[in-house]
């Protein structure tokens, strides 16, 4: 089966898993989320993880179910790219 890729921009340095997959939308709560992650039904980088509060940055990807995350950084207001 395909998996819908879904890329998702944090404005923080990091984001916990279980945060993320409620963020996403691809779980409904955060309680939900600490259940798929506990039974490793949820990779980061293509390794099966149970770290419900691994931390996330930027270009690490997550696979869950159908859903394919990529996470991206989003500039906060006032910054500029390209120095």
Known sequence: MKKEVLPVLIQTQHI???????YAGVCGTGGEAKYFISEGQVRVNGQVCTQRGKKLVPGDTVE????????????????????
């Open 16 to 22: 916990p898993l279980d945060a993320l997959l409620k």
């Open 64 to 83: 869950f179910d159908r859903f394919f995350i990529e996470i991206g950084a989003q500039a906060e207001k006032g910054q500029t790219h390209g120095g």
